[in-house]
């Protein structure tokens, strides 16, 4: 086989077995991503991984290098966005509220960066011919719109997870940790036995971790 050939079948193989354990390492997350992160990081990754193939004046050692040190980089972005909430707001962002109990709050446009043309293209794309029908809209950190219509149940809000204090969150419903610290005293647990805690029609649902030790 020539020389040439050779080359680029072993960068092939080297590249599929990089992108096998990324995947296996960073989940089934990694193949649908949620946050703009994910996506840019994806595809920084397929171009470091596919620019080399054919280029033999990149070696297969510079190829393995430069790969990994960009999925470590992003499977380490993902596990302290996982682990601290601090870091996945300054990752990814929060979700922007547009409208709030049918008014429209348009100083938050600005922070979205959406313009109304855009925000009302992607109310008929998702079937909603009128803002009137609308309660509250949110601007999520991936792109996508949450949509509570009028006389629609309203949707829990995410108070804390991974035993760690959704400070925004917490800040939006005007209250205290202090607040949030008794509710929790309330029902028999501590912050750090609690997985996921969401409010939702002014009662605190916790959901604590698992009998297995905490990952």
Not at 48 to 74: E, K
Request: aromatic residues 10%; negative net charge; hydrophobic residues 45%.
């Amino acid at each position: 086989m020539d020389s040439i050939y050779l080359n680029i079948v072993i960068k092939m193989a080297v590249a599929f077995c990089i992108l096998l354990v990324y995947i296996n390492l960073s989940g089934k997350g990694s193949l649908a991503p949620i946050s703009a992160l994910d996506q840019v990081g994806n595809v920084v990754l397929g171009a470091i991984i596919g620019g080399p193939l054919y280029n033999p004046a990149i070696s297969v050692y510079v190829l393995i290098i430069a790969a990994s040190i960009w999925a470590g980089l992003l499977l380490l972005v993902r596990y302290l966005s996982f682990k601290r909430n601090i870091v996945k707001n300054t990752v990814d962002g929060n979700s922007i509220s547009l409208m709030e109990n049918g008014k429209i709050l348009s100083e938050n446009f600005a922070k979205a960066k959406l313009s109304t043309r855009d925000f009302i293209m992607l109310l008929h794309q998702r079937g909603y011919p009128n803002i009137d029908t609308l309660k509250n809209v949110w601007f999520e950190y991936n792109g996508q719109m949450t949509i509570v219509k009028k006389g629609d149940t309203d949707m829990a809000i995410t108070m804390i997870e991974n035993s760690d204090i959704n400070q925004s969150n917490l800040k939006e419903l005007d209250k205290t940790e202090e607040w949030l610290m008794g509710e929790v005293a309330k029902q028999g647990y501590t912050l750090d036995d609690i997985f996921l805690a969401e409010m939702h029609e002014n009662k605190l649902w916790i959901y604590p971790y698992s009998d297995e030790k905490k990952q």
